[in-house]
């Protein structure tokens, strides 16, 4: 398999999740502002979307959209979530991509500042609707961290570059995901800490 990512963004998740079911990969990184993969081919070529993450499956070409790439990723393990809790998973990747990482698009455009401004009040209200949901249960899905914890994670890291008040339900959490060995492997891997 491979995984087209660019360090720190959205793709991380899926890094993580690659490492988490012990899969065999290569990664390819990706220049998005230049739309060019770290060997100089065009990336509009490889996905025509032209964003992260996309993954080269073994068994049927590219997957790209994070609900898809991070369920894919879910089955890889085992075993992978089922029943009810495959569903609580699509629940969340759903809320997470439209409610939360869509939220962010104003600051990552760079928007005005009153834009941003609301963006992260409304972020911070979202942040605080996931406390609730998860009603103090220390992972989004059962008892074990799942791929919809992994783009949550990597939310996080972005509120913390824009400086979004986060609830400290939310920072705990954030640290429990950075004691993962497998958030601290892909972390490494994409250069973002230091090795060590
Ligand atoms: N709808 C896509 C959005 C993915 C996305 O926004 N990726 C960002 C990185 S977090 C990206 O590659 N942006 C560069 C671009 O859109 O050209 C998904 O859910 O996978």
Redesign the pocket.
Known sequence: MKLYY?PG???LASHIALIEAGADYDKVKVD?KQ?ETEAGEDFYAINPR????AIATDDFGLL????AVLTYLSDLNEPALAGEQRYRLLEWLGYI?TEI?SGYRPLFGGDSDDRQAKAKDSLTAKYRQVVALMDGSDWLVGAAPCTADNYLFVTLLWADKFGIDLPDALKAYKKRNLDRAAVAQAMREEGLIEDG
């Open positions: 660019s963004a959205c793709s998005l739309h032209g964003y992260v993450p790209t959209e994070n609900p991509g990482h």
